[in-house]
């Protein structure tokens, strides 16, 4: 057994929420470089262009990079050899979103009650995902979702008998209603297959993905690039106001499902598609 | 096209921009979004003042996240505008002329700035770090209760966006889409 002190949970979790606030990824960031030089709208050109200079004051100045600074979902990978000792792991989590958006001058914009709205004014609680693993590591993944583009995502309950086109076509319905309201350009994030609450959470933990990473199954992996290819034709391009960079990625994760089901899920990230990980 | 612009904006400058201009915005803007236009909307209902004289004014949808020491106001970028579509037409029959955000309007709330010969603007939505270096200063004017939704009035300078809808009813999101659109 490996024992891991609550307290190095907190700490961990602060410290992500500040990073990716600050901070996009290797793979986001070489992504919106490219994409200044293969945009073909002026204007989106631009855009796309304010976004460097954006990330580049982020970092400089210690400004988050969206004001939208999220709500805090957390995936934890747990090796079962793990021990916890000092208290509630779910506190401790809570606990580093408190201090992180607290001491990160991060925005608080969780409301204790969907309908009666009262912020709870330290972000928390966050959304976490425990998973099991084998071996002796915890990993943490912090990727604190905005809602500009989390209010684009669907979940589609497709028949069988719908097929690959069914889904590529929910997914462009899905890209295409998000228009502008999604900050594009986007990451798109796909869940095909499990059920209803397995599709979603698998299109959220796709958007965690390096973006330069395809998927290894042959046939998805073509479906992104077609899907990704497809998008970028809409043009809706740079902030919505035309272009060919309308998306950066199409992230797609699978699971078995039912022989009566096709779920699909399309969870929409703008380009601040930020995630932080730590292993334990 | 390029052009300068005051805020509060005159009736001349709102009705002379098209949809597509790039409009640097440089004077006082007033911050609210969804929290602060459902109790405007409720003062409204009960006959009470609002907190902000609407005439000529912008509001920009932003809620900051905190400002740093020594800056007047954190990560201060667009939120989606779609969310106040449903107040928005009274606020610009009650001369409210100018609105900025990110994302698509309703038919209403077109109408509504064509009636009224408004604007809508478009900011750089993901933006808010450098957008946030053409705010000057800050100050939360009402509903302090509401934390980052509270209604603020920023003095602005230079800050950068693009005509959405102008007061003719152009809209780009619709022609500049079309214009790259492929098969």
């Given at each position: 057994?490996?024992?891991?002190?609550?307290?190095q949970?907190?700490q961990?979790v602060?410290?992500?929420?500040?990073?990716?606030?600050?901070a996009?990824?290797?793979?986001m960031d070489?992504a919106?470089?490219?994409?200044v030089s293969?945009?073909?709208?002026?204007l989106?050109?631009?855009?796309?262009?304010?976004?460097?200079?954006?990330?580049?004051?982020?970092?400089?100045?210690?400004?988050?990079?969206?004001?939208?600074?999220?709500?805090?979902?957390i995936?934890?990978?747990?090796?079962?050899?793990?021990?916890?000792?000092?208290?509630?792991?779910?506190?401790?989590i809570?606990?580093?979103?408190?201090?992180?958006?607290?001491d990160?001058y991060?925005?608080?914009?969780?409301?204790?009650d969907?309908?009666?709205?009262?912020?709870?004014?330290?972000?928390?609680p966050?959304?976490?995902h425990?998973?099991?693993t084998?071996?002796?590591?915890?990993?943490?993944?912090?990727?604190?979702?905005g809602f500009?583009?989390?209010?684009?995502?669907?979940?589609?309950?497709?028949?069988p008998?719908?097929?690959?086109?069914?889904?590529?076509?929910?997914i462009?319905t899905a890209?295409?209603?998000?228009g502008?309201?999604?900050?594009?350009?986007?990451?798109?994030?796909?869940?095909i297959?499990?059920t209803?609450e397995?599709?979603?959470?698998?299109?959220?933990?796709?958007?965690?993905?390096?973006?330069?990473?395809r998927?290894a199954?042959?046939y998805?992996?073509?479906?992104?690039?077609e899907?990704l290819?497809?998008?970028?034709?809409t043009?809706?391009?740079?902030?919505?106001?035309?272009g060919?960079?309308?998306?950066?990625a199409?992230?797609?994760?699978?699971?078995?499902?039912?022989?009566?089901g096709?779920?699909?899920?399309?969870?929409i990230?703008?380009h601040v598609?930020?995630?932080?990980?730590?292993?334990? | 096209?390029?052009?300068h612009?005051?805020?509060?904006?005159?009736n001349?400058?709102?009705?002379?921009?098209?949809a597509?201009?790039?409009?640097?915005?440089?004077?006082t803007?007033?911050?609210a979004?969804?929290?602060a236009?459902?109790?405007m909307?409720?003062?409204?209902?009960?006959?009470?003042?609002?907190?902000?004289?609407?005439?000529?004014?912008?509001?920009?949808?932003?809620?900051?996240?905190?400002?740093?020491?020594?800056?007047?106001?954190?990560?201060?970028g667009?939120?989606t505008?779609?969310?106040m579509?449903?107040?928005?037409?009274?606020?610009?029959?009650l001369?409210?002329?100018?609105?900025?955000?990110?994302?698509?309007?309703?038919?209403?709330?077109?109408?509504a700035?064509?009636?009224?010969?408004?604007v809508?603007?478009?900011?750089?939505?993901?933006?808010g770090?450098?957008?946030?270096?053409?705010?000057?200063s800050?100050?939360?004017?009402?509903?302090?209760?509401l934390?980052t939704?509270?209604?603020?009035?920023?003095?602005?300078?230079?800050?950068?966006v693009?005509?959405?809808?102008?007061?003719?009813?152009?809209?780009?999101?619709?022609?500049?889409i079309?214009?790259?659109?492929?098969d």
């Amino acid at each position: 057994m490996k024992t891991i002190y609550t307290t190095q949970i907190t700490q961990a979790v602060r410290e992500l929420c500040i990073e990716a606030n600050h901070a996009l990824t290797p793979d986001m960031d070489t992504a919106l470089k490219q994409a200044v030089s293969t945009e073909k709208s002026p204007l989106g050109k631009q855009i796309l262009n304010q976004l460097q200079d954006n990330l580049q004051i982020a970092d400089t100045d210690k400004i988050p990079i969206c004001q939208d600074t999220g709500m805090a979902v957390i995936f934890i990978e747990i090796g079962q050899e793990v021990h916890f000792e000092g208290g509630s792991l779910e506190d401790a989590i809570n606990e580093g979103v408190r201090q992180g958006y607290t001491d990160g001058y991060l925005r608080k914009s969780v409301v204790k009650d969907p309908l009666l709205r009262e912020n709870t004014n330290d972000n928390t609680p966050a959304v976490i995902h425990y998973e099991l693993t084998a071996g002796d590591k915890v990993t943490i993944t912090v990727a604190p979702k905005g809602f500009g583009s989390e209010n684009m995502s669907r979940v589609f309950m497709l028949k069988p008998a719908d097929g690959i086109e069914g889904v590529k076509n929910a997914i462009l319905t899905a890209v295409k209603d998000a228009g502008p309201n999604a900050c594009p350009p986007m990451v798109v994030g796909v869940g095909i297959g499990g059920t209803f609450e397995k599709c979603a959470l698998m299109a959220k933990k796709a958007l965690t993905r390096p973006i330069s990473q395809r998927s290894a199954i042959p046939y998805v992996k073509e479906m992104e690039i077609e899907l990704l290819d497809k998008i970028n034709r809409t043009g809706i391009g740079p902030g919505g106001l035309g272009g060919t960079t309308t998306a950066l990625a199409v992230n797609i994760n699978t699971y078995p499902t039912h022989i009566a089901g096709l779920p699909v899920a399309v969870n929409i990230c703008c380009h601040v598609n930020r995630h932080a990980v730590r292993e334990l | 096209m390029d052009q300068h612009i005051n805020a509060p904006i005159s009736n001349e400058d709102a009705t002379s921009l098209r949809a597509g201009d790039y409009v640097y915005i440089t004077g006082t803007i007033y911050t609210a979004r969804d929290a602060a236009h459902l109790r405007m909307d409720n003062a409204l209902d009960q006959n009470e003042p609002l907190p902000i004289d609407l005439t000529n004014n912008i509001i920009y949808y932003m809620g900051p996240s905190p400002a740093r020491e020594g800056r007047p106001i954190g990560s201060a970028g667009p939120t989606t505008a779609s969310r106040m579509d449903k107040y928005t037409p009274r606020l610009l029959d009650l001369g409210l002329k100018g609105m900025i955000g990110k994302g698509k309007r309703s038919d209403a709330v077109k109408d509504a700035i064509v009636r009224n010969h408004a604007v809508y603007f478009a900011a750089v939505g993901g933006a808010g770090a450098l957008l946030s270096k053409s705010i000057k200063s800050s100050e939360v004017i009402a509903y302090d209760d509401l934390g980052t939704e509270a209604i603020r009035r920023l003095e602005v300078e230079n800050f950068p966006v693009i005509v959405v809808i102008d007061s003719e009813g152009n809209n780009l999101y619709e022609t500049a889409i079309h214009a790259y659109q492929q098969d």
